[in-house]
């Protein structure tokens, strides 16, 4: 039952709480009396702040006005001091005086501002029309200088000579060369030069071309072996007839590069690099192998090699000997035996008789050895007698020995060591620990045995041999702490730089601390002055007051204001401190009133709670009605809106 179906409800009662049997909680009286809340029309924020800034006193008000100033003068400071280089860009870099000249001239007929870096060695323009104005002034043909390929056979003329076009190709033979060897990352530009020799009908009469290349390098860079080899073989690849070998490379300083100077005067880069690599392997393992006895940083060692690069070919052939006991083998053996008969003269002297007469001659049909001997006889032939023939017996014996023969061909090695020298100086020891008096142990020296095992394990390291003369030093010595050689903090480069960018940000910083603290925070977060802080500080200021003016009084009139004072004092402090127990008085009477009206209220509650469930209990039909009136109610409300919305649709 709502308010309204309650036509018996007096106006005394109009402040009770009334309890509706249709909601699910229970509302609190309002009083009559009490204002119903509206909205406040708060204070705009600028309004606020205006109101604040007039509070201020004149010298807060000064304080505001600096913060302001100083922080506007900041962001003026750091954005014209931001603007000094950082606009211009470079345009064109590393060009010559012609061309430089040429561009200078374009753009001021541009009317486009540029600078010089220092050196004069780029031109800059704004950042804003660096690449319009590169456009333009290749539109122009500028810059210049630079090689030209073989696009400059493009545009031939009518009636060219075939000399213009041999120079031509030559010229863009030269550019093209040039180019490809301007693409190593080492070389900052190149230039090429031909010499092509006419060719003719003679054979014998034919001249090979030469080429000349000069290298500018970029700061810092150099070409090494290998790539002065790969440039000589690109330009002696790329013209006909000309080879590698008349191939000549010059680096801006004039230094001759290819033909290997080095190799001609006996000396090879890679040579001398080997050297060096092994050096200083052999120092390494020096200082390895020693470092865990004198600890790191204790011991320094350098290695010297001398090495024979030179190759050497011999050939020897010696013979050895045949006499006993050596063996000796027949090659060939030749033996000739001769006998001659001799007998002594007989018969009448004269030609004949002084001759010897011939060999006896048997007949042919002699058979046997009777007849033999019966046949005609040389009348002349002396008389035989075994007594008196003889013969002279030659015997000649040739033998051929072989003969003991040994061919021996030498070949030096090539980069033998001839001799190794190694000096290694050692830190003294450096033992831990403190003293009696709580000092650092000062070092001390190796002894004799420790320094025999440190140079036995030096002379191991880089391969000691006596029969080579090889020399290993070990001194004991105490190293030098060297103070670094840097310069103060203050005069190392970029720290000038990094110090402005931080007085920038510094400067920044501080002003925004100065607008937070003294402008924004004392009027947007007004500082909150505590009552009794507040009392204290006048009452003190009073006090003040008072005993300068007693300072100045009659020493009667100054006890008399004392007593007065201290009178005055008391009074107040009983005010006081009847105010206060008044005040506690009715803050005690305020809690006992609310309490009643809480206990008022909470009986008034189970009282309607009782009266509302005896209601129902004795009239279940009225309640019934009720709610079925609530359902029609809601029912026709939901019938009205479906309505509603049928005839928007």
Same mark, same amino acid.
């Given at each position: ?34 204002? #119903? ?49 950082? %606009? ?8 010559? !005086?012609? %061309? ?7 753009? *001021? ?20 029309? =660096? ?128 033909? +290997? ?26 200082? /390895? ?8 940083? +204790? ?61 006896? *001659?048997? $007949? ?16 002349? /032939? ?47 020891? *450096? $033992?831990?620990? =403190? ?7 000062? $070092? ?17 390291? =880089? ?62 977060? $007004? ?11 006048? !009452? ?13 009084? %009659?020493?009667?009139? #100054?006890?008399?204001? #004392? ?80 309505? /509603? ?5």
């Amino acid at each position: 039952m709502s308010e309204e179906a309650q036509p018996g409800i007096q106006e005394s009662e109009k402040d009770a709480a009334v309890v509706n049997i249709g909601s699910k909680s229970a509302t609190s009286a309002v009083p009559a009396s009490a204002p #119903r809340a509206g909205k406040v029309k708060l204070p705009s924020k600028l309004g606020e702040l205006q109101m604040r800034y007039e509070a201020l006193g004149m010298q807060q008000r000064l304080i505001v006005a600096a913060a302001l100033f100083l922080f506007i003068s900041a962001l003026i400071f750091v954005a014209v001091s931001g603007r000094s280089k950082d %606009d211009y860009r470079v345009l064109f870099s590393s060009v010559n !005086e012609r %061309d430089g000249a040429a561009i200078v001239a374009a753009l *001021q007929q541009m009317n486009v501002p540029y600078k010089f870096t220092e050196g004069g060695a780029a031109i800059l323009v704004p950042e804003s029309s =660096v690449y319009e104005t590169r456009l333009r002034l290749a539109g122009q043909g500028l810059p210049k200088a630079g090689n030209v390929g073989f696009e400059l056979l493009e545009n031939q003329k009518m009636g060219t000579s075939q000399f213009v076009e041999q120079v031509n190709y030559q010229r863009g033979l030269e550019g093209e060369l040039a180019r490809s060897i301007s693409s190593l990352a080492q070389v900052k530009s190149a230039r090429v030069m031909l010499a092509i020799p006419k060719q003719t009908a003679f054979m014998r009469e034919q001249e090979k071309p030469t080429a000349s290349v000069v290298v500018t390098m970029h700061p810092g860079r150099f070409l090494d072996s290998q790539q002065v080899a790969a440039i000589t073989n690109l330009v002696g690849s790329s013209v006909p007839n000309l080879g590698p070998a008349n191939v000549t490379i010059v680096d801006a300083e004039g230094s001759l590069l290819a033909p +290997n100077a080095q190799r001609l005067m006996g000396l090879d880069s890679n040579q001398l690099k080997y050297v060096a690599e092994l050096e200083g392997a052999l120092s390494k393992r020096v200082q /390895a192998i020693l470092e865990p006895v004198t600890g790191k940083e +204790n011991v320094r060692a350098q290695v010297t090699v001398d090495m024979d690069f030179g190759e050497l070919e011999r050939t020897e052939e010696t013979f050895g000997r045949n006499s006993p006991p050596n063996q000796s083998s027949i090659r060939s053996q030749q033996s000739n035996e001769a006998a001659t008969p001799s007998s002594s003269a007989s018969g009448v002297p004269g030609a004949l008789t002084n001759q010897p007469p011939g060999g006896g *001659q048997a $007949p042919i049909n002699a058979a046997g050895g009777a007849a033999a001997n019966t046949g005609p006889q040389n009348l002349n /032939a002396p008389p035989s007698s075994s007594s008196s023939s003889a013969s002279n017996i030659k015997k000649d014996l040739t033998v051929n020995y072989e003969l003991d023969r040994a061919i021996e061909r030498i070949k030096s090695e090539k980069g033998k060591v001839r001799r190794v020298s190694a000096a290694v100086v050692v830190n003294y020891k *450096q $033992p831990s620990g =403190v003293d009696k008096d709580g000092k650092p142990l000062k $070092p001390v020296p190796f002894n004799a045995k420790e320094l025999d095992q440190i140079n036995n394990l030096a002379r191991d390291a =880089v391969g000691y041999t006596e029969k080579r003369g090889d020399s290993v030093s070990v001194a004991n010595i105490p190293f030098k702490v060297e103070v670094p050689d840097e310069p103060a903090f203050y005069k190392q480069p970029g720290v000038i730089e990094l110090s402005k960018e931080f007085f920038k940000f510094a400067i920044i910083l501080g002003s925004l601390g100065i607008m937070f603290f003294g402008v924004v925070k004392p009027l947007l977060f $007004p500082k909150k002055v505590d009552d009794a802080m507040e009392e204290q500080r006048i !009452e003190e200021e009073f006090d003040e007051k008072i005993k300068a003016e007693m300072a100045q009084m %009659d020493p009667k009139l #100054r006890e008399k204001r #004392r007593m007065e004072m201290e009178l005055l004092k008391e009074r107040q402090r009983i005010a006081e401190e009847e105010e206060r127990q008044r005040i506690e008085e009715e803050k005690k009477r305020m809690d006992e009133e609310r309490l009643r009206l809480e206990e008022e209220k909470k009986n008034e509650y189970e009282s309607l709670l009782k009266y509302a469930t005896d209601f129902v209990g004795e009239n279940p039909k009225v309640v019934s009605g009720i709610f079925k009136e609530w359902l029609a109610a809601d029912a026709e409300k939901t019938n009205t809106a479906n309505a /509603a919305a049928a005839s928007a649709g």
